[in-house]
């Protein structure tokens, strides 16, 4: 075990009403008081359980939604920040040791140094995340977790911004996306009911092949796994349930439909205790984030009309059928999860003490990230409640990619894998659903281009109004 450097940034401020807040003769950092930890798990912590961490829950988003409570939590952090200084701040929660990291830089750390000393492969990961899939690199350690990384790298091509089944998977979005919009024509409207069912028929064909279209069976098993995930701790394990599922998964792998990713992954060497089809699970989890990301950067666009005309643009050119990079969707799908993070809290668990400005934190603890602070009220994020796709693109806003702040897909040698193949994925049916229709939003009047962006965005409420002959 080794002890990491210090941070750079000046010491915390100890609170003018708090002076015990100091280190102590050991060089410990003291953990909040009740009063203040509890102010952090009731604004910070729980809307993200109530909202689901695993699958969301529509009523509890719903609730979110209405009483603002993400953007209270949001400025819980922003008020801890001027209070207490950037450090990160220790709090005590039912005897468990987190870290709140309130700077980017502190945060960069955290991230860049994992798996060592900061493992993504926390207790409360642990615990969700074997109930659907127990050999998944985010829950692995040690040299498991390397050759699983390595493999899943080398699946998902993580580097490339255009997969090796960049054109079939083309081809399915946008066969998927004219079923989709035919509908959409004789109702004239798109609500989240129909776009979530299409979107799976997309990500099934992608992942696991034509056969499994519709297969909707296999989705409903890992919604009622991920269900039972959300309990972390608490929930009762599933087995009989996760064995059928994972059984139905290897399955789609030993019968692998070219251009496919489970081909992908029946050809693709890795050494024994891999897992090379336990890997998939994980990979239609995150897919699932992305459909909320679209139908989010949708209603972004309808309320936006600068940027839907760019958008409209962009899609219209070049072939549509060929595989496009699409930079300026790519930065629409992007600002989505920025603005509503699909994984609100980003965890990593200390395997030795670590070292920083203000003191010493013990081995054990729990580095929170949370990302809607980081990237709207974040002294470094640079433009909080608006809608700015073009920092992700334009030369003059390219440190969109590197300010520390902006961790859409998380970021370091845990970093998603998939980011450039969903990214593909997204902003292929974004300019597929663009090219000949117009959207308005129908619900949510508070998402509009002169008021600034809500905290919260319940998907599941969507729903859009849509004009044919662009």
Same mark, same amino acid.
């Given at each position: 075990?080794?002890? &990491? ?22 060089? &410990? ?58 450090? @990160? ?10 870290? !709140? !990291? ?8 955290? =991230? ?5 000393? $900061? ?8 615990? +969700?995340?074997?109930? $659907? ?10 040299? *498991?977790?390397?050759?699983?990384? *390595? ?5 998902? *091509? ?13 081809? !399915? ?47 409903? /098993? ?28 290897? +399955? ?10 489970? *081909? ?6 890795? #050494? &024994? ?7 998939? #699970?994980?990979?239609? $989890? ?14 972004? =666009? ?10 409209? /643009? ?19 799908? =992007? ?5 509503? @993070? ?11 003490? &670590? ?10 603890? !729990?580095?929170?990230?949370?990302? @809607? ?39 370091? #040698? ?28 129908? +619900? ?15 998907? $599941? ?10």
């Amino acid at each position: 075990m080794r002890t &990491t450097g210090s941070s750079t940034e000046a010491p915390r401020k100890p609170a003018a009403t708090s002076p015990a807040r100091t280190a102590d003769r050991a060089g &410990t950092m003291p953990a909040l008081g009740a009063r203040e930890a509890a102010g952090v798990v009731g604004d910070v912590l729980l809307p993200v359980l109530a909202g689901g961490v695993i699958v969301r829950r529509p009523r509890a988003m719903s609730l979110v939604e209405r009483t603002g409570w993400d953007r209270r939590g949001v400025e819980r952090m922003r008020a801890l920040r001027e209070r207490y200084g950037p450090g @990160p701040l220790p709090l005590t929660v039912r005897g468990r040791a987190y870290a !709140v !990291v309130l700077d980017p830089e502190d945060a960069r750390r955290v =991230l860049l140094e994992t798996p060592e000393p $900061f493992s993504p492969a926390t207790l409360e990961k642990r615990s +969700s995340l074997a109930q $659907f899939q127990p050999h998944g690199v985010l829950i692995s350690g040690g040299g *498991e977790r390397a050759r699983r990384r *390595e493999f899943v790298e080398q699946v998902l *091509e993580t580097p490339r911004p255009l997969h090796e089944t960049a054109g079939r998977l083309t081809a !399915v979005v946008r066969e998927e996306a004219g079923l989709l919009l035919e509908g959409a024509e004789r109702s004239g409207q798109l609500r989240w009911e129909e776009f979530d069912a299409a979107w799976w028929r997309i990500v099934r064909r992608v992942v696991l092949g034509d056969a499994a279209r519709d297969d909707t069976a296999l989705t409903a /098993q890992l919604g009622a796994l991920r269900s039972a995930a959300n309990w972390s701790l608490a929930g009762p394990r599933r087995r009989r349930l996760r064995s059928a599922f994972l059984s139905r998964v290897r +399955s789609y792998v030993a019968q692998a439909e070219p251009g496919s990713l489970a *081909e992908r992954v029946a050809r693709t060497p890795a #050494p &024994t205790g891999t897992d090379r089809a336990g890997q998939i #699970p994980h990979w239609l $989890f995150a897919y699932d984030a992305a459909g909320m990301a679209t139908m989010r950067a949708l209603a972004l =666009l309808a309320t936006h009309p600068q940027s839907a005309g760019q958008a409209h /643009q962009e899609a219209t050119a070049g072939d549509p059928d060929a595989p496009r990079e699409l930079p300026f969707l790519r930065g629409c799908a =992007l600002e989505s999860v920025r603005l509503w @993070p699909t994984t609100p809290l980003i965890l990593r668990e200390s395997t030795a003490e &670590t070292s920083w400005a203000g003191g010493t934190l013990p081995a054990g603890t !729990v580095f929170a990230l949370y990302t @809607p602070y980081l990237h709207r009220a974040e002294p470094a994020a640079p433009y909080g409640d608006a809608f700015a796709p073009g920092q992700w693109t334009e030369e003059t806003g390219r440190e969109a990619r590197t300010n520390p702040a902006l961790v859409p897909f998380s970021s370091g #040698p845990a970093g998603c894998p998939g980011e450039n193949l969903v990214l593909l994925t997204v902003s292929t049916l974004l300019a597929a659903l663009l090219e000949r229709h117009t959207y308005s939003l129908a +619900s949510h009047p508070q998402l509009r281009a002169s008021a600034p962006v809500p905290a919260t965005l319940d998907h $599941f409420a969507l729903r859009f109004r849509v004009d044919a002959g662009c």
